[in-house]
Nanobody, 130 residues
Framework: QLQLVESGGGLVQPGGSLRLSCAAS????????VGWFRQAPGKGREGISC????????NYTDSVKGRFTISRDNGKKAIYLQMNSLESDDTAVYYC???????????????????????WGQGTQVTVSS
């Protein structure tokens, strides 16, 4: 069974940067779609970025385009989220997740619907405040 553990969250000032990491264990990460989600206080969980198993396709929600970058290193079984130009609205608990893509699209599928993801980390808090 795939297990995921996030790290790298913390307190940062507006305009600052953070890099979140997600370490996978228990199974190879090679064939999974991976994604980052977040849940702000009083709000539902939203998908902010997802990446196909090969890394060739990425999706971003509009609010983070141009500021956040998702990446993966299958050899290290790791997923990353580089977050730049952070804003107070980015304050949330951030989760990494993994899903099994449709077999006919396993290379290029990067769907980011929460219901598709069956493996989740425990979350890491990101607080953007001066």
């Amino acid at each position: 069974q795939l297990q995921l553990v996030e790290s790298g969250g913390g307190l940062v000032q507006p305009g600052g940067s953070l890099r979140l990491s997600c370490a996978a264990s228990g199974y190879t990460l090679d064939y999974y779609v991976v994604g980052w989600f977040r849940q702000a206080p009083g709000k539902g969980r939203e998908g902010i970025s997802c990446m196909s198993s090969t890394g060739g396709v990425t999706n971003y929600t509009d609010s983070v385009k141009g500021r956040f970058t998702i990446s993966r290193d299958n050899g290290k079984k790791a997923i990353y989220l580089q977050m730049n130009s952070l804003e107070s609205d980015d304050t949330a608990v951030y989760y990494c997740a993994a899903s099994v893509p449709p077999i006919t699209q396993w290379r290029d599928y990067a769907g980011c619907a929460e219901a598709e993801f069956e493996y989740w980390g425990q979350g890491t808090q990101v607080t953007v405040s001066s």
